[in-house]
């Protein structure tokens, strides 16, 4: 049974473990986690801070290939609210996932921060060093790329006309063409073209957004919306956290040499590229994915991992 009242454990579809959804309430914020918890764990929780247009229950793929070694946290991030008496921030959202892991009574736990995950799961780290054992940015970078702030804004625009709940358009080809421009931002399209994970990846994101009732765009810019251009990269730097910086060789939403800046601001922080791949990773190369944060949380050695290009190792200068 779980320790929370009304709450229904289940148990994992394809891991040997458990599972606890969670939903909570903090500062007006509402947002789910969900715990998977292995029958016989072998290694540290990991905390995985969910990234733009994902829920706690985007992470299937990783929690059926470590599920039953680690107790698998997915934390929501909760859609910008358009009040402006709301204090969302990076700082706030940051405060939410330590209440998380106070309430759920985990004291120190391993934080994997993808995409737009990352800002969260930084000031975590930076700000709690002593609740993190091990970090991992995914795809970060200081500043969105021309693309995907130019669909923010226009998502932004429409938001502001419609609200949130703005419905997909009534006409089929511009609602694709609104999915497809989503898809765009997220996926290099000349790699999809000749690498068929990047490709399958980029089919099911189209998938998902094309059956969904909302508007791609306005969804989209709700997800992190204003904050992706207030500092997503906080000043000061980070030490005395263990650190993994990734994303893939053909990553257009936060290109390799973003990410390889943010590996800078961290000391002793090592940075990796995986061959063959684009921003979405655990889509991608899951089982590769899977294998790598398996290597980095027990500590395994990352040099000559056929799937990735030579790991570099960050001289941290600050930002």
Same mark, same amino acid.
């Given at each position: ?12 579809p394809?891991?040997d ?9 903090h ?8 715990? =998977? $918890?292995?029958?016989?764990?072998? +290694?540290?929780?990991? %905390?995985?801070?969910? /990234?733009g ?10 929690e059926?290939?470590?599920g ?10 909760p859609?910008?609210?358009p ?10 959202l940051?405060?939410?996932v ?13 934080v ?8 969260v799961a ?13 970090l991992?940015?995914?795809?970060a ?6 693309? =995907? $702030?130019?669909?923010?804004?226009? +998502?932004?625009?429409r %938001?502001?006309?419609? /609200? ?6 009534p006409?089929d080809a511009d ?6 421009r989503?898809?765009?931002?997220l ?8 690498i068929?994970p990047?490709r ?6 189209f ?5 969904a009732p ?6 989209y ?18 030490s005395?956290?263990p ?8 990553d ?9 800046e943010?590996a800078?601001t961290i000391?002793?922080a090592v ?9 979405l990773?655990?889509m991608?190369?899951d089982?590769?994915f ?6 980095f949380?027990t ?7 056929p799937y990735?290009?030579?790991?570099e ?7």
């Amino acid at each position: 049974m779980s320790a929370f009242p009304g709450l229904q454990r289940e148990p994992h579809p394809f891991a040997d473990a458990d599972i606890d959804n969670h939903h909570f309430d903090h500062d007006g914020m509402s947002y789910g986690c969900r715990v =998977v $918890t292995p029958r016989r764990p072998a +290694g540290e929780p990991l %905390l995985v801070i969910a /990234g733009g247009m994902q829920d706690m229950y985007s992470w299937a793929r990783l929690e059926r290939r470590l599920g039953s070694q680690h107790q698998i946290l997915i934390h929501e991030i909760p859609d910008v609210d358009p009040a402006p008496d709301k204090a969302y921030n990076w700082e706030a959202l940051s405060s939410a996932v330590v209440r998380t892991l106070d309430t759920l009574g985990i004291p120190t736990c391993c934080v994997l921060g993808p995409s737009a995950g990352y800002p969260v799961a930084y000031r975590l780290a930076q700000k709690h060093p002593q609740r993190v054992s091990r970090l991992i940015l995914m795809g970060a970078s200081a500043h969105p790329v021309t693309a =995907v $702030t130019d669909v923010v804004r226009e +998502g932004q625009r429409r %938001l502001a006309l419609h /609200g949130p709940a703005a419905p997909r358009s009534p006409d089929d080809a511009d609602h694709a063409r609104d999915v497809e421009r989503v898809v765009s931002v997220l996926v290099n399209a000349d790699a999809a073209r000749t690498i068929t994970p990047v490709r399958a990846a980029a089919r099911v994101l189209f998938n998902r957004l094309y059956t969904a009732p909302w508007d791609p765009l306005v969804h989209y810019a709700s997800a992190r919306g204003h904050l992706l251009f207030e500092g997503m990269l906080p000043p000061g730097g980070l030490s005395g956290v263990p650190t993994l910086v990734c994303t893939g060789e053909y990553d257009t939403t936060t290109t390799p040499e973003q990410n390889r800046e943010i590996a800078a601001t961290i000391e002793g922080a090592v940075f990796l590229l995986m061959k063959n791949a684009d921003h979405l990773l655990h889509m991608e190369r899951d089982a590769e994915f899977a294998d790598l944060v398996s290597r980095f949380l027990t500590g395994a050695s990352l040099l000559d991992l056929p799937y990735c290009l030579s790991p570099e190792a960050s001289i941290a200068t600050g930002n």
